[in-house]
């Protein structure tokens, strides 16, 4: 079965620096996605950004990208240029199949 | 607006008695789901909808029910069989089940926290 692991329970940055949360999965598949999700204090899902196992070009959204190695299974956020709004937890997912198998999350905390 | 809508966004019940959380959306999406977060915990899927009188268990489904009489309702029964029913539920839904390259993201509602007592 594919898991999911996140490393850092919790995360602190200061405004305006960069930050990067840790993902490792493991799979047999050779064909996967792989998601980063937001989820600020209103508890709503977001969709951060999205990678497709079969691109070797890192997916980059804005100030979120990502840094996706996967033969050592590794799929890791970076966060620039922080802001207050960024401060939420992130949960790392892999899609397997029909479903998302999702990490425990990292509590990102954002300091003025 | 489409979305996804979930009702009661907080919900009290008695040991011992079923509750039914609604989900409802207005996308046009063939697919359905339901996780359950816990502190300290990712989301574990509940069940899962393909289509309309469709519905599959997940990784924890054990005290849960669906149905899916309609394209845009999903609704999830917490039963008394449900040891541990306190917790956030999440609904979500996509284009497909079997999504193909670019249809595969999982829209979320807003959630509905559930306090057994």
């Known amino acids: 079965a594919q898991t999911v692991t996140q490393s850092q329970p919790e995360m602190s940055v200061q405004e305006a620096e960069t930050v990067t949360l840790s993902c490792t999965y493991d799979?047999?598949?050779?064909?996967?996605?792989l998601f980063w999700y937001k989820q600020p204090p209103s508890r709503q899902m977001i969709l951060v950004i999205r990678q497709e196992a079969y691109k070797q070009q890192n997916a980059t959204e804005n100030r979120f990208s990502v840094n996706f190695q996967k033969a050592a299974k590794s799929f890791s956020l970076k966060i620039s240029d922080s802001q207050l709004g960024d401060a939420a937890m992130y949960f790392c997912a892999y899609r397997s199949a029909v479903k998302l198998v999702f990490g425990a999350g990292t509590i990102l905390r954002v300091k003025s | 607006d489409g979305g996804i809508t979930q009702s009661p966004k907080y919900l009290f019940r008695k040991e011992g008695q079923n509750v039914t959380l609604s989900c409802e959306q207005n996308?046009?999406?063939?697919?359905m789901y339901w996780y359950r977060q816990d502190p300290g915990q990712g989301l574990r899927l509940i069940y899962y909808s393909q289509i309309v009188n469709d519905f599959q268990k997940g990784d924890i489904a054990e005290g849960y029910s669906v149905s899916r009489e309609k394209k845009e309702s999903f609704p999830l029964t917490v039963t008394s069989a449900q040891k541990n029913p306190t917790a956030f539920y999440l609904c979500?839904?996509?284009?497909?089940?079997?999504?193909?390259?670019?249809?595969?993201?999982?829209?979320f509602g807003p959630g509905t926290r559930l306090t057994v007592t």
């Open positions: 799979t047999s598949e050779s064909d996967y996605y």
């Open positions: 979500a839904s996509s284009i497909e089940l079997w999504a193909s390259l670019g249809y595969d993201e999982q829209y």
């Open positions: 996308l046009n999406h063939d697919a």
